[in-house]
């Protein structure tokens, strides 16, 4: 979700100790971005003028173009100080404080902006953005509805309405506000994302319609567009290939689970690995991933034809995409086609829908042969194993199946909630009334109100509240930990769970999962794949989940045992061992550039 530019300041303001001339001077020069001018004039009239709030509000806007947002925030903080009833001062003091991540603060400001002026543009819009940064999705619905009352047409109010209903499990309402959104504005390829990746959470959306959404999504992303031109005359098939990754999740994210183990074992004498990292959060994550790559760009600023004209002048040869349709992708960068191959992989479960993408690498857990070929405009490539998982270090250690000393089952979910689907409440509610003495905990639920309405989503299906616990979103040690009061997890469908399955397996937790007819709905699959549980813990009707949840729920000693050597099965997995994983994905790239080299077409293999 993108935040708004600042708002111009082409705005005449009543001054006291300014002249008008001096007053349409800073104006002028702020319209004509003339930064470095403007920033001295503006500090010239504040040694004569220290109180004079206009200026502080010039001053704040440039030093923000500059780049100086800490500077940027002290002056605005000023002019909102000095200007309590401008409106304006208020709602640019809460896009900086936004921008910090100060986002109670931020929300302060805006609601002064709001009671100053009720109507004034995108402070709704902004104010939900920050009450949904702060979990608070039930309130940031509202403010989205309140902004689109005020500003009708304003595509990103529809589109960011779209997400909040999507995350308290209103799929086809969600669906509408993005199509409202493209409405609104036809090319705002963010709708078409948000809209993308809801349709693959929904049960009621078809794999052929999902695929043809995406195809739409690829003719508008590429209208206009003119791929680059470069010879990509080195075809030498023998050349150490320089191979680019462009993510927004190298930090603790989902992604970071899977790819950072893989990283370590590239051979960095045939493969030099790049990255280009469209996000400014670093951790801890960021610093170990960074230390893998031989090359590390920042591009979260750059536009899609910059960043994408930056991979061809560094010589990429093969670029993968680890994002897909999910938050900080840039996907219209690989619409210039950029790299000779282009490839999809890990972040999401689908196709990108893009014309300019030749390959989507899966193996044959995820998707049998000829399961989901036709729902791809990419060529899947069939690795021996696609998927390896990084167990957090320190992890707590395996506890015994707690249903030993509460003397009932305790199920479990810690997925997020935007994948607990009608049909996946459905099918849990028959479980829990299968199995009347059994109770749940619901992690990742961080909203008052939407505990309340999963509440009475359970008693709409005949299940007490006694019966569920819930946890807000905790920290990993903690969110670890607390599988130590679950014996098997429910996942949810058609989106089953990925990074939340490795951590179940990894605290000996096993998972039932519901096979769907997708990527999204095949992750439980390939997870449990790793630990040869594939079979016992994957059903293929809403009927078979509900009798291996009871059959499994009566087999105490069956699940006291898996308790004690899952984390050994996942240590040794030959599927999932990094090093299986590089070795395979090294063959592919080296097979797609052989194939490059030779001219021939692209097409789906299997190494």
């Known amino acids: 979700m993108k935040k708004p530019l600042p708002k111009s300041l082409a705005k005449k303001t009543a001054v006291a100790e300014l002249s008008q001339v001096e007053t349409n001077r800073l104006i002028e020069l702020f319209n004509q971005n003339k930064n470095d001018e403007l920033e001295r004039s503006a500090r010239a009239l504040l040694v004569k003028f220290p109180k004079h709030g206009f200026t502080w509000k010039v001053l704040g806007a440039v030093l923000q173009r500059l780049g100086r947002l800490e500077e940027s ?49 995108k402070a709704n819009y902004n104010l939900g953005l920050v009450l949904q940064y702060q979990n608070r999705t039930t309130e940031a619905e509202e403010s989205y509805q309140r902004e689109i009352a005020i500003n009708p047409d304003f595509a990103e109010a529809h589109s960011n309405l779209g997400n909040m209903l999507k995350n308290l499990g209103h799929l086809d309402k969600a669906e509408a506000s993005y199509r409202r959104a493209l409405v609104a504005n036809p090319g705002y390829v963010d709708a078409y994302t948000n809209l993308l990746y809801t349709l693959a959470h929904n049960p009621d959306a078809p794999p052929e319609f999902a695929f043809q959404e ?21 075809r030498d098939p023998n050349k150490k290939l320089r191979v680019a990754m462009v993510s927004g999740d190298f930090w603790n994210h989902a992604v970071a689970y899977f790819i950072e183990p893989l990283l370590a074992c590239f051979d960095k004498n045939k493969f030099g690995l790049v990255a280009y990292y469209n996000h400014t959060q670093n951790d801890d994550f960021t610093q170990r991933i960074k230390s893998h790559f031989a090359g590390w760009r920042d591009v979260a600023a750059l536009t899609d034809i910059q960043l994408a004209q930056q991979m061809a002048n560094d010589g990429i040869d093969i670029v993968i995409d680890l994002s897909g349709h999910t938050d900080k992708n840039r996907l219209l960068s690989f619409v210039y086609k950029p790299a000779p191959i282009q490839i999809s992989w890990l ?35 069939y690795l021996p194993t696609a998927l ?62 939407l505990q309340r309405q999963l509440e009475n989503e359970f008693v709409k299906r005949g299940v007490a509240v006694e019966r569920l616990t819930f946890h807000a979103k ?69 009927e078979q989940f509900v009798e291996m949840a009871k059959s499994w729920s009566e087999n105490i000693e069956g699940l006291q045992t898996l308790r004690h050597q ?12 990094p090093e299986n994983v590089a070795a395979g994905l090294e063959k592919s790239l080296r097979l797609m550039w052989e194939r490059f080299c030779a001219g021939q077409s692209v097409e789906s293999f299997t190494v």
């Open 73 to 121: 925030l002290d002056a605005k903080k000023k002019s909102a100080e000095l200007l309590p009833n401008d409106a304006e001062a208020a709602y640019n003091l809460g896009n900086a404080l936004n921008e910090f991540g100060k986002f109670a603060e931020a929300e302060v400001s805006y609601k002064q902006a709001l009671k100053i002026n009720p109507n004034f543009k």
């Open 214 to 234: 995406a195809l739409r999504f690829g003719e508008v992303a590429a209208q206009g567009i003119k791929p680059l031109v470069h010879s990509h005359e080195n």
């Open 347 to 381: 972040g999401y479960p689908a196709t990108t829908g893009l014309q300019a993408m030749d390959y989507y690498l899966v193996d044959s857990d995820w998707s049998p042969q000829g399961l989901l070929d036709d729902f791809f405009i990419e060529k899947l490539v």
């Open 388 to 449: 390896t998982f990084a167990a957090p270090e320190n992890s707590p250690p395996v506890v015994d199946a707690p249903v030993l000393k509460k003397g009932h089952i305790t199920f479990g979910s810690f997925n997020r909630t935007s994948k607990l689907t009608q049909q996946t409440l459905d099918l849990w509610g028959n479980v829990l009334n299968e199995i009347p003495t059994a109770k749940m905990i619901l992690g990742n639920v961080s909203d008052e109100p």
């Open 474 to 542: 905790k920290s990993i040690p903690d969110y670890l930990a607390l599988h130590g009061e679950v014996d098997f997890i429910l996942d949810t469908f058609p989106y089953s769970g990925g990074t939340t399955t490795g951590f179940a397996l990894w605290m000996g937790v096993p998972v039932l999962t519901y096979a769907w007819k997708s990527l999204a709905g095949r992750g439980g699959v390939v997870m449990l794949s790793r630990v040869d549980l594939h079979n016992d813990f994957t059903a293929h009707t809403p």
């Open 566 to 577: 899952l984390r050994d099965r996942m240590k040794n997995s030959s599927k999932s061992k």
